[in-house]
């Protein structure tokens, strides 16, 4: 008897581990932002991403808009007083503060180092990592878009190093 629920517990596990592995990767969460960040109608306007992501052409990381950098294109809007969003844009200038823009990126681990500007002069496209962010009008988590995987993957399509220091410290 006490074999037949061992043998039964070792099957749960298993049988557990396998629907676990092949179950559909979560779908990416909405992530509230301090100000609505409307990426398509950036989009219609021909805001392209290193318009506000300054730095992803010449460092790793490529950077977080300013409440400036909004602000200077958002000054000679008509309505800014009267569209809610665009109100808070104007309060977070005014009050001299910077916009707590949340990441949407899942962090990646202390042992990864990525440079975006590898990726970029390589030509791949923003898309590839980050999904169709241009589309969405709630931003949204990519959570199974970052693995390594998807990286590997990606580095043995391109003919990339798939050797681990490349991005392991």
């Known amino acids: 008897m006490k074999t037949i629920i061992i043998s039964l517990s ?3 596990i298993i049988v557990g581990g396998i629907v676990y592995s092949l179950s559909p990767p979560t779908l990416p969460a909405i992530v509230t932002q301090p100000i609505l960040f409307n990426h398509p109608r950036h989009e219609e306007k021909d805001v392209a991403c290193y318009d506000c992501h300054l730095f992803y052409k010449d460092y790793a990381v490529a950077g977080i808009p300013d ?7 958002h000054k000679s809007d008509k309505d800014l007083k009267e569209k809610e969003e665009k109100r808070k844009l104007h309060q977070y200038f005014t ?3 910077e916009i707590n823009w949340q990441r ?3 962090p990646l681990p202390a ?7 590898r990726h970029v002069v390589k030509e791949i496209d923003c898309y590839e990592c980050h999904g169709k962010i241009e589309q969405q009008v709630e ?3 990519m959570v199974e878009d970052f693995t390594m995987d ?3 993957e990606c580095h043995l399509r391109e003919k990339a190093s798939d050797d681990c220091l490349v991005c392991h410290k």
């Not at 409440?67 to 294109?73: K, V």
């Not at 042992?111 to 500007?117: A, G, N, Q, T």
């Open 67 to 73: 409440t400036e950098l909004c602000f200077s294109c």
């Open 139 to 141: 931003t949204m988590r």
């Open 111 to 117: 042992d990864v180092v990525f440079d975006h500007k």
């Open 95 to 97: 009050n001299k503060t």
């Open 104 to 106: 949407i990126n899942t």
């Open 150 to 152: 998807k990286c590997i």
């Open 10 to 12: 070792v099957l749960a």
